[in-house]
Every structure is written in C-alpha cells, then in structure tokens.
C-alpha cells in the first residue's frame, strides 16, 4: 500500500485503490479514514485495514455523500463506533443513502449524465443510509485529536465536498480534483465549476505540494497551478485542459 510521511511523522496510506481511493491518516495513536469506496469492496476494504493491525478508526471522514465514497460508511460506524464527520451540505443525502449524480464538465460527460439520469435505477446509486456525527461548516481544526490538519470546503463537485489538509504539506481533495490524465487534475463531473475553480484557488492558498484525489494518482502543485491558470481566464479553455 503506498504511503506518504510528513514532516509531522504523520502517515498517509492509500488503503484502497483501484474504483476509489481511501486514504488512512495516523499518527501512531488516532486513526482517521478518509472515505470509504464503493459498497461490493467493504470486504476488501476490512482485510486491508486489518493487515494494517488497525484497530480504532476514531474519525471517519468523508469528502462527500456520493456512493462510490460513502457506501461502507454504515459499517465502519458499526464495526469501529467511529465518529463520522461531512460537510452540512451533504449530510441529508448521507442520511438517505443517496447519490445524486453531478453534471458533466465536458460535452461527452453531459451527454453521458443526461444518458445515465435516464435509464440507470436509482437502486444502483443507493446506499446504505449512514447518520453523522459531526457536520462541518467552516473550517474544522483537528488538533483536539493530535493531528497539525484540518478540514476545510471546497465545494464544486457537490456542494458540500470536504477536503484535509495535513501539515500544509499534503491535502486529501476527494473529486475537486482528478488524477486519472498525467496533464489534467480537471474533474470529468462537477455541480458547479466556477465554485470547484475557486475551490482550487483555495487549495493553491495552503502550502500544500502533493494533493491526493479519490481516482488516480497523487497530483504535484505545479500541475494544479498549470490547470489552475489556463481556467482562470476562462472555462473555454476546459478542452486545452483535458485535451479531449
């Protein structure tokens, strides 16, 4: 499993890859689980974190509501009686189990949504329903538990999306960004992408160098500045971005 130490001796490890990423942060003594993939994974998800000799997951955090990140929050709760945190805007859809599918970024993500919204069953994006603990707003300050980190809004892919920042070194961003193209972190689906833009701005305002998103791989600053200028002038230049 890869993994990332800051300057803290805080670990990062990707406990799951693949269809979504899950990230665990530790300190040695708190453990903190950043997501929880999709539901058909939950055994995969239970041994890895017990090769792990995990035992305590005391926070669940989750980026967002949606079920490829949230679908085993139910029984992390249950198995680890961990305290789960979202952001206010995504709780309700949590408490349901549901997903609400965003809008494309691109023509050919708008024409799939518009494809998928009508003929995918909603049962397919369902979920089981998970109530949270604590509901974030602002900025969350995670020192209380041992931990130079904290949460913060970055909406855009949904409205309520959470990202972490740990140390100001390296920030778990969920979807507002993507690290599937090597020239992109450009999301392929987003609510609203002025705000996920703005979003960015956000993340480039911390020290952060590495930036982690839930599908793909670790995305470095310069690459997150490079997107992050070309869509400032304008989201005309989404297709210079993604090159598709």
């Known amino acids: 499993m890869k993994s990332w130490v800051t300057k803290s001796g805080y670990k990062i490890i990707r406990v799951l890859s693949g269809r979504s990423n899950v990230f665990l942060l530790t300190n040695g003594e ?13 055994g995969k998800l239970q041994r890895r974190i017990e090769m792990l000799n995990i035992e305590t997951i005391d ?13 085993n929050a139910s029984r992390i709760k249950e198995k680890y009686k961990s305290t789960v945190v979202i952001h206010m805007n995504d709780a309700q859809l949590l408490s349901k189990g549901e997903t609400v599918i965003p809008k494309g970024t691109v023509l050919f993500t708008t024409l799939l949504v518009n494809t998928l919204s009508r003929f995918i069953p909603k049962s397919l994006i369902k979920y089981t329903p998970c109530e949270p603990d604590l509901l974030i707003d602002s900025d969350y300050c995670l020192k209380a538990i041992g931990f130079n980190s904290y949460l913060t809004h970055t909406p855009g892919h949904t409205e309520g999306s959470l990202s972490l920042i740990i140390d100001d070194e390296i920030a778990i961003v969920g979807d507002a960004m993507f690290g599937v193209f090597k020239w992109s972190v450009y999301p392929p689906f987003a ?6 833009i703005k979003s960015w701005e956000k993340l480039l305002n911390t020290k952060c160098l590495i930036f982690l998103p839930s599908h793909g791989s670790a995305n470095n600053r310069s690459l997150l500045e490079k997107n992050f200028r070309m869509l400032q002038k304008g989201l005309g230049n989404v297709r210079k971005v993604n090159n598709f």
């Open 191 to 196: 609510d609203d992408r002025s705000r996920m």
């Open 59 to 71: 926070y669940l955090v989750l980026t967002h509501s949606h079920f490829d990140h949230a679908a």
């Open 30 to 42: 708190k453990n903190i689980l950043i997501d929880t993939s999709i539901s058909y994974l939950w």
